[in-house]
């Protein structure tokens, strides 16, 4: 992995990244950082995260691309809106703000990224916006195909924390002050990531900072009871229904214990535009563990003159 990129080792707050605020859906303001130029590119990041998931791959991308890195209402430096999670932090709402923030910059054609969560909203944000996004490129998806397998034994092992996260005090507990925060964080950050090397000390400490102000956990767990019904449902849908019809690739890492590489199995049913690659080694955090193969697979989905 390469050390000497620009901004890799830069604090989320430096004003180097192209800070800007917009408008999501219903009167939402909306953080998002900006940088380069050329066909535009969205950038959408998982739990636990925010725009700052892609710290090592927007400098890899800038050259090429109008590279947009959003924080998800509820996520980062976005507003915090004090709704139930089935009002106000559904799959819906995060692609209903998306396409507000696209609507309010002008943007006609997109690529979209996403990993984790941000892998589930550019799925709704392809079927609602059939037009507008033109390709996908996805990291270690959730999507339709997993299944009821989500729910065996050895998975469920693995996922304790989506359901701790529907407890309306949960938040309290993870946030009761920063070290707290940082314990909880931690975990994820050492049992999620394969290439140990890839979490810096002073990068993983900003995130910490970022997920310790007043607010901030609930705002980013609130997704978690909005989606807890919505798995068995979608497993129950006739797969032609959910279909992507865009270009979409596919990154999905081998050694990623929530999500393992066995449940890509099905993926062609949902995405028959799909190219799928594995990758070896590689955990979770595809963004931050494997930045060249992501860049890689978000260029090749841009349009090509």
Known sequence: MRTNDPLIDVHPTDSRW????????????????????????????????FWYDWRRVIPRLDE?????????????????????????????????????????????EVVVAGHDLGATVAQFLARKERKRIKALALFNPSYPGIGMRRFEPSAQRE?????????????????????????????F?????????????????????VFSREGAVRGSINHYAARAAAHIKESEVDPKVLRIAQPT???????????????????????PSMTLRILKGVG?????????????SIRAALPHE
């Open 284 to 296: 979770h955090f595809v963004p931050l563990e494997a930045p060249d193969d992501t860049a890689e």
């Open 64 to 108: 090429k691309a109008d590279v947009i890195a959003p924080d998800f209402r509820g996520f980062g430096d976005s507003d915090k809106p004090k709704l139930t999670p089935e009002e106000g932090y559904t799959p819906e709402a995060f692609a209903n703000d998306i396409i507000a923030l696209l609507d309010h910059l002008g943007i006609r």
């Open 249 to 271: 690739i596919i990154l999905w890492a081998d050694a990623d214990p929530v999500r393992p590489s066995r449940w890509a199995d099905r993926l062609q049913e949902y995405f």
């Open 18 to 49: 192209g800070h800007n605020f917009g408008p999501g859906d219903d009167g939402i303001r909306l953080h998002y950082v900006r940088r380069g130029r050329g066909p535009s590119v969205v950038l959408l990041h998982g739990w636990p995260g």
């Open 189 to 209: 950050y050492d049992h999620w990531v394969a290439r140990k090397e890839a979490v810096r000390p002073k990068e993983f400490e900003a995130i910490v900072d």
């Open 159 to 187: 996922s304790w924390y989506q359901h701790f996260h529907c407890l309306p005090w949960s938040d309290q507990l993870i946030g009761y002050n920063r070290d707290t925060v940082d314990l909880y964080l931690r975990h």
